[in-house]
């Protein structure tokens, strides 16, 4: 069963325009942490941000934000006045708390930002 | 520069080929990971080496054998490839005891089978 489900796989948006990217997870384990990692054309995944189960609070950096709502099991993530430079594959994980912090991936959300 | 080196980083081999990817991480991390990532699939976990030891193996062919010689270095040999193994493989590092730990990947080598 997937761990982490992002159902929308591309999303064009007009640049200045907002954008939020669904994420949904299923963990049976109290203690865990939700990851969103950026994977720019250049390839490699860069991190973003970590939140640990015991953490609700949204955050705010930038023009990023994150939505954390474990009633829904759901981090969604919102970029704001989206830029031609935010255009790449953005991926969810979870890392349960057990073993060696295995990193479970959404497919991914291809976001294209249109200038 | 991300911390995670991987060379090279863009492969193209012929099925009867044999290579390796090279994968170094200057973080001081001790977990190392490869992963596979194909066109519209997800990222595909191949190996974990934990404190230089392989811990995970996810039903990878034969033909992709890992090595760990070090916690800094991490390879992927690969021999007698299939068309369908082409994909960009990315190597990621993380600190094992610090649980939820963030991963940092390389930028990955474009592998084409011909």
């Known amino acids: 069963a997937q761990k982490v489900t992002q159902a929308q796989t591309e999303i064009s948006v007009v640049e200045k325009e907002d954008v939020t990217l669904d994420c949904v997870y299923e963990t049976r384990d109290t203690t865990y942490y939700l990851f969103w990692y950026k994977q720019p054309p250049s390839g490699e995944l860069v991190f973003l941000i970590r939140r640990n189960s015991f953490d609700e609070q949204n955050e705010i950096s930038g023009r990023y934000s994150w939505n954390f709502q474990k009633s829904t099991s759901s981090f969604n993530f919102t970029i704001t006045a989206s830029q031609v430079v935010d255009s790449a594959v953005y991926f969810c994980a979870l890392s349960e708390g057990y073993g060696n912090n295995r990193l479970a991936f959404g497919k991914g959300n291809q976001v294209v930002v249109i200038p | 520069e991300t911390g995670v080196t991987q060379t090279p980083r863009h492969l193209v081999m012929g099925m009867t080929n044999k290579k390796s990817l090279k994968c170094e991480q200057h973080l001081g991390h001790n977990a190392m990971y490869w992963y596979k990532q194909s066109a519209k699939k997800p990222l595909e976990l191949m190996f974990v080496?934990?404190?230089?030891?392989?811990?995970e193996n996810n039903s990878v062919p034969s033909r992709f054998s890992p090595e760990c010689p070090n916690s800094s270095h991490l390879f992927l040999h690969l021999h007698t490839l299939q068309p369908e193994d082409s994909a960009l493989y990315l190597c990621?590092?993380?600190?094992?005891?610090?649980?939820?730990?963030?991963?940092?990947f390389g930028s990955g080598t474009r592998l084409t089978v011909v």
């Open positions: 990621a590092s993380s600190q094992v005891l610090d649980r939820g730990g963030v991963y940092t």
């Open positions: 080496y934990s404190l230089e030891e392989r811990v």
